[in-house]
């Protein structure tokens, strides 16, 4: 058997130029004896695995495949999926993809769907896992290389389940005359999927590197082996413990298995913790705003334990590059709009003032009176400032204006025109609810196309302390939890806790995980999500006074609208294998409610 390897191309035709022209191969066909026998085309076709594993990129693909077909997922908002239909924050360009799924989900599926291109990857490793044993290379690469595809075949398999619940367990490359159960194969338990994860995980960790250069930082070493278990554990515990089991087990899993997934997701926590390889960061510790705010933009800190890194040249030059500061920026950003995410006002409520205090503004008195933002904002948690950005933001050496309207001597709002010399409307997008998100901006880009060079973080330390805490929690292990937390809140500059409870870790890992693709999946495995998400959530309106150049504020309450607003229903705690793939292979259950 012959295979097509695009990718390969360009290095078969550099050791062609050494050849006859007469005595050459095809330079677009490569024999299986030659791939799988040669060291440098075999790391090539597992760096090709990784290369269309979009789900790195904070474990979301672009919605616009639905209706477009666009392809380098680095480069469009498939960065941004997660949390635009999260109660976190809104579309900032309404009418897109993600506007149309945060008014429900029906059997035709959509969003953020992981099927095919799931299963795509998980052949590839599949082929790969097969075929490297028995190749001629070294021994030990060999036996790393194999650790690695299934590491990516594994976190394959974890976005298929958090997304479907139960999906079949493929573990070779099926062809076209494997026996009809194998080519049509039904679901398996949404518990056994989770097991099938763990337990590779536990047979491959040892066999990769105990640390990793910064230039294989997108590559798994055996500590993001254990963090993928951690996440993985912790939501099979959420599950089990507040899930339905449906389906003879098909989806949901039984609630005694709960406390073996917290303490193995709590297991694996505490050896990422006792290693001492990791740290929160905190180089400026004299500034918490920085501190927080450099957090993702330096590459590599000490807080990354496995990232997908991206230079600053456009995908179709060969480069790495991404659109993220392009579409996530303030204006002129992102086709004159920029802010592709709009948080509420209810997320910017969630960051606490730093004496630990509720951060919850009183409506009453805000739209009552008069305020700089200094005085709006004053003492609140740090992360605010560096995570969100709004009215006089400091951006680029210049203070973004969100004012709509002048508030005139009499009392009257002026929306239409200038007030001596003072325009009626600022500079940024007024139609939002008033902030973006300012995580992971880089004020050094020029906010052109494609060439944004973030280092994304798939798993970060913070995020493990929090597993940690939650996981311990669960377990009876308060004091292991009340730490683990308050670390967190030492490195943000806010007050520590004196208690614990599940609500407190909830709301740090909220705020400490902010627009890092979370929100969504957690409330999801929580089975909150029919409450939480199904939010219209509040802007904010800034109205400038001619006379003190304050401004008065407005709340713009049910943000979408009072016609169709944001719903998530009990069915979508599972998304739908949809019509097209229950047709295909009528052995694959629907999930119940579609």
């Known amino acids: 058997m012959k295979k097509y390897i695009g990718i390969l191309i360009c290095l078969l035709g550099l050791a062609s130029c050494q050849k006859e022209v007469l005595n050459s191969q095809p330079l677009d066909i490569i024999s299986d004896a030659v791939l799988w026998n040669d060291p440098i085309l075999v790391d090539t076709y597992l760096s090709d695995i990784y290369a269309q594993m979009t789900v790195f990129d904070r474990e979301c693909n672009t919605l616009y495949r639905i209706t477009k077909n666009w392809t380098e997922d680095d480069i469009y908002t498939g960065l941004f999926a997660a949390n635009l239909v999260s109660d976190d924050c809104r579309d900032g360009y309404q009418g897109s993809a993600y506007s149309r799924y945060k008014f429900g989900l029906d059997i035709n599926g959509g969003l953020m769907d992981w099927w095919d291109k799931g299963y795509s990857q998980i052949r590839k490793c599949n082929e790969f896992i097969t075929r490297v044993p028995s190749s001629s290379i070294d021994l030990a690469l060999i036996k790393g290389k194999?650790?690695?595809?299934?590491?990516?075949?594994?976190?394959?398999?974890?976005?298929?389940?958090?997304?479907?619940?139960?999906?079949?367990?493929?573990?070779?490359?099926?062809?076209?005359?494997?026996?009809?159960?194998?080519?049509?194969?039904?679901?398996?338990?949404?518990?056994?999927?989770?097991?099938?994860?763990?337990?590779?995980?536990?047979?491959?960790?040892?066999?990769?590197?105990?640390?990793?250069?910064?230039?294989?930082?997108?590559?798994?070493?055996?500590?993001?082996?254990?963090?993928?278990?951690?996440?993985?554990?912790?939501?099979?515990?959420?599950?089990?413990?507040?899930?339905?089991?449906?389906?003879?087990?098909?989806?949901?899993?039984?609630?005694?298995?709960a406390n073996s997934f917290y303490q193995q997701s709590y297991s694996a926590s505490q050896q990422i913790i006792n290693s001492g390889l990791f740290a929160l960061y905190n180089k400026y510790p004299g500034d918490k705003v920085k501190n927080y705010r450099q957090l993702f933009l330096d590459k590599f800190n000490s807080e990354v334990i496995f990232a997908k890194d991206h230079n600053s040249i456009l995908f179709k030059n060969g480069g790495l590059g991404t659109g993220f500061d392009f579409f996530n920026g303030p204006n002129p950003n992102g086709w004159g709009g920029g802010s592709t995410e709009n948080p509420y006002l209810e997320m910017v409520e969630q960051y606490e003032y730093i004496d630990g205090s509720s951060g919850k503004l009183d409506a009453t008195v805000i739209q009552n009176g008069l305020w700089t933002m200094d005085e709006l904002w004053a003492n609140k948690d740090p992360r605010f400032f560096a995570t969100i950005y709004t009215n006089q933001t400091l951006w680029k050496g210049k203070h973004l204006d969100y004012h709509n309207g002048i508030l005139l001597p009499d009392g009257n709002i002026e929306t239409a025109k200038s007030f001596n010399g003072i325009l009626p409307k600022g500079n940024q997008n007024i139609t939002s609810t008033c902030f973006g998100v300012l995580k992971y901006l880089d004020e050094n880009n020029d906010g052109n196309w494609g060439n944004s060079q973030q280092c994304f973080q798939i798993f970060r330390y913070g995020e493990i302390l929090l597993n940690y805490a939650e996981a311990a929690f669960e377990l009876g292990k308060t004091g292991d939890a009340l730490n683990a937390v308050n670390q967190i809140r030492d490195r943000a500059g806010i007050a520590q806790m004196g208690s614990i409870d599940r609500e407190k870790i909830r709301h740090e890992r909220r705020v400490e995980l902010a627009f890092e693709t979370h929100r969504y999946f957690d409330t999801r495995r929580w089975r909150t999500a029919v409450h939480d998400l199904s939010a219209n959530g509040s802007g904010l309106r800034y109205i400038l006074d001619y006379q003190t150049l304050k401004y008065k504020l407005k709340i713009v309450p049910n943000f979408e609208g009072t016609v169709k607003v944001p719903v998530f229903f009990e069915k979508n705690y599972y998304l739908p294998i949809t019509l097209a793939r229950t047709g295909a292979n009528p052995n694959l259950l629907e999930n119940p409610g579609y």
């Open 146 to 257: 194999v650790a690695e595809a299934r590491f990516l075949r594994a976190f394959a398999y974890f976005s298929l389940v958090k997304r479907y619940g139960g999906v079949p367990l493929i573990t070779k490359a099926q062809g076209i005359y494997d026996p009809q159960a194998e080519l049509y194969p039904q679901r398996d338990n949404e518990e056994s999927v989770y097991n099938f994860i763990l337990s590779e995980i536990d047979a491959i960790v040892n066999d990769l590197p105990e640390t990793v250069s910064n230039v294989n930082i997108g590559r798994p070493g055996k500590y993001a082996a254990l963090a993928l278990k951690s996440r993985t554990a912790l939501y099979a515990g959420s599950i089990a413990q507040f899930g339905t089991v449906k389906l003879n087990g098909v989806v949901g899993i039984d609630q005694s298995k």
